[in-house]
Each structure stands twice: as C-alpha cells, then as structure tokens.
C-alpha cells in the first residue's frame, strides 16, 4: 500500500523494514506521551503489517507513524506519533484515515488517552467519540478517556457479532514485580505493564500472600503499598489440595531461602486460581519456566515478554482446549439414580429458586414416553455443563436446559456444548436439507450465550435459535430458501425471515462482505458461492486430515467431531510460503490425497470449511500466531518451512469443517474444473476456482440433485 498525499507518502512498515530504526527513534523521543513499548513489540508489529508509516516523498525520512492492532470486531490504537516539526500539516489525521480504510469491515476504532493529554482534541476533531473514562495504572494515576470511532454499519448480523467483546488478559504479579512498579521509582523491566494502553487488554492481579509479604517488610512503604494493592484485582484465598504438586514444584525449583517459599505461595496460588500468566523478575523460577508449566499449566513470563507477545497471547487466550486438562471433554448420558446428584449440583447456576430448577429437570427428564437426550460433559471425571436435547421434534432440536457451573474455561466449555448441539442437529437432520435448534433456557449464563452467539445463534423471541441449511449458492438462491423453509420446518419461519430481512440490506463493498459472512455464520453449513468470498482447493495429507477434521468419523456425524477437536473448533493448517495464494475471508475445499502407508487416502475432496484469517512469514512467528489452534507442532511448521525458499510458511485458521457424505473423488474434480476453465489439475498444490466451480462440489459432496433451480424442496441429502 502506498498512498499519495500533500507532501508525504502512507507506506506499511511491513514494506520498509529499512525504517524501523527512525520508528522506534521516534518512539523513544515520545515516552512521555506514548508510555514504553519494547523495540521487539515494534518490530512484530511492522512484521504483521500492523504499522502505517508517513514519510517524505523521497521515501527516506519518517515523519510518523500509527501502531495499531485487530482484535476481533474492532481495531486498536496504541501508537500515533509525528515529528514534531511536521505536526498540524495532516499527517496525523491521513495516517487516521488510512487506519479507518484498514479497518472497515470492523465495528470501529478504539484508543484509550490521558484526560490532559492535548491529543484528546485531536481525537475529537477526526472523528471520534469520548464514550467512557477510566483511571489509568500509571504512577500519577491519570485519567483516561476511552475514545470510539464507529463505521455505523450495524445489521442484524453486526448486532450478534458485539456481543463476543474481547475480555482482558488475565495475569498474576509477584512481589518483585509488584514492588517494581512503586510510584516513586519505578523498574523500567517492569514499567511497560503500566501503560495506558494496556488498561482494558490486560487484567493485572495480586494474591493474598503479597499483602502477608508487604506487612512483614515493617519499613516506611509498608502502608503506601498496602495502598497501592487496591488498584488490583485480589485473588481468593485458596490452598492448593494437592501437596504432591507442591513438592513437585519445589523439587523442579531446588533448596530455597525463606524469601523463595513466598514466592512459590504467589504461583502457587495463581495456578490454583487458575490464571493462565505470572510474571516475575525472578530468574530462578523464570529459567525453570517449561517444567513449571508442564506441573501448574501456567505460563511464566518477565513483564516485557507480555508486552511484545501480547498479540499471540491474545489470539491463544480465545482457543483454551489444551489447558483443559489431560483428558478431553467427554459425554455421558444422566441416569435416572443421579437426577439428585444433577439438582444439587447445577441448582446454583439459575437465578431461580432451588425447587424451581428441581421441578423443570425433573420434568423434563422425567418424560419416559419422549426420547430426550441429556448429557453431562465431564472435564476429568467431573461435571462441568449440562445439556439437555429434545430430539422428538425433528429437524427441530429443543434444548430446554443448558447450564455450566462455575469454571476457568467457561468459555471454551460453553463453545463445546454449542458445537455439540449443531452436530447432533445435523445427524438427525435426515432427508431434509435443513434443521432448527431452539434454545429454551431462559437462564443462560452469559459464557453461554456468547457461545451460541459466535456460533451463529440469534435471539427470536427471547430464544436463542439456529438455521442450519445444506445448500450453496448465490445470496439470492440462499434467500429463495429462506422464503420457503417454512414448507419443512413451519417453526423456523420467524427467524428465517429476520435473516432474509438483513440479506435485502444495501450498502458499501465492504458491508456487502460483512452480510455475506454473517449469512454463512448463522445458515452453517450454508454457503454463499460468491467471488467476493474466495474459494481454493488445497491438498492436504491423510493424515493430517485424520487429525484437523476427523474424516472417517465425520461421515458418519457430517460434522468435525472428535471430542479434542470439538473443543478446538477452530483450527490452523500450514504449508509452504514460497508463494502466497490464500486469502481472508474465503473457504476451502480439503482435498485428501492418495497418500502412503498403511492408511492411504481417498484422492478426493471430502470437506469444506470457511477461511477466517491467513498469515505468511518467518515459521516462528507464525507458529507463534497460531500454536494453540490444530495439531501442528513446532517440528511439523519447522520441517515445512525448512523446503520452502526463502524458510518462510504460509497458515491460515479455519472455521468448522462440514465433511461431505458423498467424496468427491480426482476424477470427478477434475471434470468439474475442466467444465469451469481450470483444466486438469493434479492438485498437487492450491488453486482458487470460481463460485460455480465452488457450488456444484459443494452440490456433489451433499448430492444435492436440481431440475433447474436448486429449490429446498427438491434437495435430498443422502
């Protein structure tokens, strides 16, 4: 990207590595305004094209620079500098609008700045709107003014989206970075953390051992750090129950002087608590850091680190499935002799009185002449979520009770039980091309609801529901199924026509897009044949299919299913970046190839999924991007990247793979594309195809049949 301005050029920094020298120059001319930001946390920034640069028409001078991230439905602002002897000529504000360009297919632009700071004027002037203050983790404990800039593109598919807000990173400070971070001098290892910035993306907390540590200090600031702990956020006072975890954590740290049994209270604690940061300064416990982590499942960090790699932390807080535990999440169904047991337990999750919940299960799982489904997910032989199905209706799924107790990783918990629910809505959808599941409970936790919302989900009525429609085709040719859905399922028609009603919205390209997504979104396993959302076919081998989507079991769920994997229902795949093809957002078209071995594959195109975000790079920065998502180890990216020229590798992260029934085999692809224009590929590597390329595999996988249009009525899923 280059842009051409009054007498100054926007480049992306991304293409002028030559510059980082001048930006992080820049950057430390502007600590008092801008706060300390790790050159590393620079650099990683311009790498993920995440820096817009203003420079002189000769391109060898920086003039300024904007910093900035994505987090899901918005974009961030943490850095904007000038020089000061180019200020008030419309750098700063160019460099705005090319971020707003960036980030229109987002809900807008946040920024967090000083009350007295006088950018806030600035702010003002190009748009955007103090909605809220807060105060600020800095020594002078300023206030902050939280500033939005909105792109006012709000549909019904925009409204589901706000509700997945991005919740702050939570982390644990020991002593020493606690006392680091005194007012009066504070460490500069430690001061990064306490940038405005960082106010509402990371969660700073203490344990109750902190407070025993400053109270037997008896020296003069014993009450000013009393004080200085109510600016955090105080964790339970809690024992950990295992005291073989505790002696394994002292054998990995060794002998230990008095000062070193508080520090281990602190992890200790946080793990029980279970925090997934701590940060410390100290170098014992950080160089034993890997063993630590593999006893507690808690990652040790020096304050700095947080601060480069808080964009990969970020991405990994939302995909929690491996620090579930050891064993994966399973199901079981609730006997009648534990209806007790399953009262007394879940009873605490409802608003409503105890007998209330007492009575509503109990009836419900009481009907003896229905077969309702109830399930139990168990983390480690505990109960964790209870979900109930009603599976008389069908294709309507019922789900009358869905609670989850109390839990680190309710999120990802809560996500599991909603891409079960889809999947069993799939498996019982039969010969119809469609399927609806309502949720019934009115007591959702909010976990919950967040769930179903990133799923697709949307409120009718007070109920949260869900279309799940097997068709492909053009926006128009989705809704003409829509109109008619009521003809199989009468129930679905209110939502069907609410969803039809956001597909008539006009407006921008990029609103065009956001609709497009938002319809496969809430029709899944839908999906809109349109070149505004690319389609590739990528080859990928057996087994590694085996492991991303499950294929032989999903013939028999039509859905991504084994259990890990539900719980990781997003997923990543790497492969050589020696030329970059991919783009987001799209889909993909697995193709499983013949392979070797004693499990061979089939030489066909046996699933399909939706591309949500593509990165190509150095491999240990892309790992590192997407490490919790998929199989992938270091060693896997490392061997891909060490055949690729230039050592570089491409990953993209995809959404939930719907596996076809009918295998679309070499053969048959090969006609399809050769009908299309492609020829006949060996699909050896990627390729795109065009949208009618995309939809009659799409029609063949499903064995969709038309006469002439591809009307619901006349679909048939074998």
């Not at 902050?144 to 939570?170: M, P, Y």
């Not at 224009?677 to 038309?706: H, M, N, V, W």
Request: hydrophobic content about 40%.
């Amino acid at each position: 990207m280059t842009n051409r301005t009054q007498d100054f050029k926007l480049v992306s920094a991304s293409a002028r590595p030559d510059l980082l020298d001048a930006v992080v120059t820049l950057a430390d001319k502007n600590t008092k305004w801008l706060g300390l930001l790790p050159r590393d946390a620079i650099r990683q920034s311009a790498e993920a094209d995440q820096i817009i640069l203003a420079v002189d028409h000769s391109e060898r001078e920086l003039l300024g620079y904007l910093l900035y991230y994505f987090s899901r439905i918005r974009a961030k602002i943490v850095h904007l500098c000038t020089n000061e002897g180019t200020r008030k000529q419309g750098i700063g504000r160019s460099l705005i609008d090319e971020l707003k360009r960036r980030a229109a297919h987002l809900d807008g632009i946040t920024l967090l700045c000083r009350r007295d700071y006088p950018a806030c004027a600035f702010y003002s002037r190009v748009g955007f709107q103090a909605v809220g203050q807060r105060e600020g983790r800095g020594k002078r404990r300023s206030t902050l003014i939280h500033f939005w800039f909105g792109f006012d593109q709000a549909t019904l598919f925009t409204e589901s989206e706000r509700r997945r807000k991005d919740n702050a990173i939570s982390a644990v400070i020991d002593a020493n970075v606690f006392f680091g971070l005194d007012e009066r001098s504070v460490d500069p290892l430690v001061a990064p953390i306490l940038d405005d910035w960082l106010t509402d993306e990371v969660n700073l907390c203490i344990t109750q051992e902190l407070q025993n540590e400053i109270l037997r200090g008896h020296d003069s600031r014993s009450k000013r750090s009393l004080q200085r702990t109510q600016q955090f956020e105080r964790l339970p006072s809690t024992q950990v129950s295992d005291p073989l975890i505790v002696q394994d954590v002292e054998a990995v740290l060794g002998p230990r002087k008095s000062q070193d049994t508080s520090d281990l209270k602190h992890l200790l604690a946080a793990a029980d608590a279970r925090v997934p940061l701590f940060l410390t300064l100290d170098e014992r416990m950080y160089k034993r850091r890997d063993k630590i982590q593999e006893i507690l499942d808690i990652k040790i960090l020096k304050p700095i680190e947080l601060v480069i790699h808080l964009d990969e932390i970020r991405r990994n807080s939302l995909y929690e499935p491996e620090r579930l535990g050891g064993t994966a999440c399973t199901i079981s169904p609730v006997r009648s002799s534990e209806l007790r047991q399953v009262i007394e337990r879940f009873h605490q999750t409802s608003m409503a009185k105890r007998y209330l919940l007492d009575r509503r299960i109990t009836s419900v799982l009481g009907q003896r002449q229905h077969p309702i489904a109830s399930q139990i997910l168990l983390d480690d032989g505990a109960p964790v979520a209870l979900v109930v199905l009603d599976e008389t209706a069908r294709p309507v799924v019922h789900i009358p009770i869905l609670r989850l107790l109390r839990h680190p990783f309710a999120p990802t918990i809560a996500r599991f039980v909603a891409v079960y629910a889809v999947r069993r809505s799939l498996m019982l959808a039969g010969h119809f091309c469609c399927s609806l599941i309502i949720v019934d409970d009115e007591e959702l936790q909010g976990s919950v609801a967040d769930a179903l919302s990133e799923l697709g989900f949307l409120q009718v009525g007070g109920k949260w529901q869900k279309i799940n429609l097997i068709a492909c085709g053009s926006v128009s040719e989705i809704d003409s199924h829509l109109t008619k859905l009521h003809k199989e399922v009468p129930e679905a028609q209110a939502l069907a026509e609410m969803i039809h009603s956001s597909i008539n919205h006009t407006g921008s390209e990029i609103e065009r897009r956001r609709v497009l997504l938002g319809l496969e979104q809430s029709l899944f396993p839908a999906y809109v044949a349109d070149d505004a959302l690319p389609t590739y076919i990528v080859p990928i081998q057996p087994r590694w299919a085996q492991h991303l989507f499950d294929e032989q079991r999903a013939r028999e769920q039509l859905f991504a299913a084994e259990s890990s994997l539900a719980l990781n229902w997003k997923n990543a795949y790497y492969r050589s970046g020696t030329h970059s093809l991919m783009r987001a957002p799209g889909h993909v078209l697995w193709y499983v190839s013949e392979g070797k071995g004693a499990a061979p594959g089939p030489s066909a195109i046996t699933a399909c999924a939706s591309i949500d975000e593509t990165r190509i790079g150095e491999p240990k920065h892309v790992f590192g991007v997407f490490s919790r998502l998929g199989v992938f180890g270091w060693s896997d990216v490392k061997s891909i990247a060490d055949k690729a020229v230039g050592n570089r590798v491409e990953a993209f992260r995809f959404g939930p793979t719907v596996c076809f029934p009918n295998e679309v085999k070499l053969q048959n692809v090969r006609e399809i594309l050769a009908r299309h224009g492609k020829g006949r590929p060996t699909l050896q590597a990627p390729i795109q195809i065009s949208s009618p390329c995309f939809r009659e595999i799409y029609e063949r996988g499903f064995q969709i049949r038309t006469a002439g249009t591809t009307d619901i009525d006349k679909a048939a899923l074998r």
